[in-house]
């Protein structure tokens, strides 16, 4: 019986042995590679590849670990990195999940670890979702037993980070924060240094972005959309204020990203459905002279530089990057999100002057559906997207949301030198001021 113990443990100590001897060799300029994971929506995807181009040239090879049937399996390739998936799955709500996800978080962090060992990063980034919580785990792991030499970055876009997220932020190097309010979670680790707004590439003049869209000149252009995985509240209450702005036809133009249809629900499906409901055939015939829609927009900037207004969610991300091209917009928040983020967000940006928020309602039809009705959100549109003066003010507004850094520099040095620009949890924010996710109850109550 000892024999066969110390047969194992010798066994044991070879594999050990041997995965080592390889990890050193594998590590010849690993401080030219750093692993990219985030994922499940476009929120966590854009702000890992915007810090991986502020890190270029310095860092040379890249890879992504992202999840299987995902959205970044449709963008990240776009971005030519080479795309590594991997088994996850989002923190259960109920008890009975729990033995799944364990599982699934144990088969991710195996084949994280596969990943890690053969690539021999010098830096982890993660900037959230559920993804991201095997890659880190294993990171931490394959450090602790000297296969790995990994710095471990995080990047918080929210102001309340998720549970995953939280967890994984007590083995991580550094969590980047977005917010002041976000550094209490995370103690002495957090450092203040904001959004990272990708950066675009210049475009084509106007007419010629009309022309590629195939948008009339001449036409003010909304734009709406809900993210990678599409909104049901937007989708709908786009196609319901199409009705009533049939009148204003030969002046606007009507752009839908409906969304990708990865998350259980089709937003295409749901828009044809909903049109074919709501329209008669002479109807169907004049919308589509002045509306437009397709699942998701990759070059988003094309449609952000030739939109007057936009009508969107207000994640972080959304709302960063709507205010780098200084667009007015209407905000319809998600409601019941971790402390009412998207509601503390819009807030934020209203307070700015840059928008103003619609609130979803609950429906008469079906209590379980929220709705934002066609007649309100079209009055709105009416009201500023043929008004210079207001969208001139509101332009002025989101130019507050507009960083006075470089945050891409700041976290480049941050990540490649070690330089904790640890600034002032009181700086001047646009959401410093906010009132507390209670006084939610007010604000509905004034819609």
Avoid at 78 to 103: N, T, V, W
Avoid at 205 to 215: A, P
Avoid at 343 to 369: Q, R, T, W, Y
């Amino acid at each position: 019986m000892i024999e066969i113990l110390l047969l194992f443990l010798a066994i044991i100590f070879l594999i050990y042995a041997s995965i080592l001897i390889f990890s050193f060799l594998r590590r010849k300029e690993s401080h030219k590679r750093a692993v990219l994971t985030g994922g499940g929506s476009s929120g966590h995807i854009y702000p890992a590849i915007a810090i991986g181009r502020a890190l270029e040239p310095d860092i040379e090879k890249f890879i992504y670990i992202g999840g299987k049937g995902r959205i970044e399996e449709q963008v990240v390739p776009k971005e030519k990195i080479p795309l590594k998936l991997i088994c996850a799955a989002p923190y259960p709500s109920r008890i009975f999940q729990l033995p799944f996800f364990l599982l699934k978080l144990t088969f991710g962090i195996i084949q994280s670890s596969f990943h890690l060992l053969l690539f021999q990063p010098r830096f982890v980034i993660g900037t959230g979702g559920f993804v991201s919580a095997p890659v880190v785990f294993s990171s931490f792991i394959l450090n602790s037993l000297s296969l790995l030499r990994a710095k471990i970055f995080l990047h918080e876009q929210n102001v309340t980070p998720g549970k995953l997220n939280l967890l994984a932020s007590k083995i991580a190097d550094i969590i980047l924060v977005t917010f002041p309010q976000s550094i209490q979670f995370f103690g002495e680790k957090a450092v203040l240094i904001g959004y990272p707004v990708r950066k675009f590439k210049q475009e084509a003049q106007k007419s010629e972005l009309l022309e590629k869209i195939k948008i009339p000149e001449g036409r003010k252009v909304v734009f709406a959309f809900g993210g990678s995985q599409g909104s049901r509240t937007i989708n709908r209450a786009i196609v319901a204020s199409l009705k009533y702005l049939l009148p204003y036809k030969e002046k606007i133009f009507v752009v839908l990203s409906c969304g990708l249809g990865q998350s259980g629900y089709n937003g295409q499906k749901d828009v044809e459905d909903f049109i074919e409901k709501n329209y008669n055939k002479d109807e169907l015939s004049e919308l589509k002279e002045f509306f437009c829609y397709k699942p998701y927009f990759y070059n988003i900037n094309e449609i952000f530089n030739v939109a007057s207004l936009v009508v969107a969610r207000s994640g972080a991300g959304a709302l960063f990057e709507l205010a780098s091209f200084e667009l007015p917009s209407i905000l319809i928040p998600k409601l019941g999100l971790s402390n009412e983020h998207q509601v503390m967000n819009a807030m934020a940006m209203e307070e700015s002057g840059g928008s103003i928020i619609l609130f979803e309602k609950p429906s008469f039809d079906n209590s379980s559906l929220l709705f934002v009705d066609g007649k309100t959100l079209a009055e709105k549109i009416i009201d500023i997207v043929f008004s210079e003066e207001k969208l001139s003010k509101m332009k002025e507004g989101t130019r507050k949301f507009i960083p006075s850094q470089d945050i891409l520099e700041s976290i480049r040095k941050i990540v490649l030198k070690g330089i904790e620009q640890k600034e002032d949890s009181s700086a001047s924010s646009p959401f410093s001021k906010l009132k507390p996710p209670s006084r939610l109850l007010s604000f509905l109550q004034k819609e």
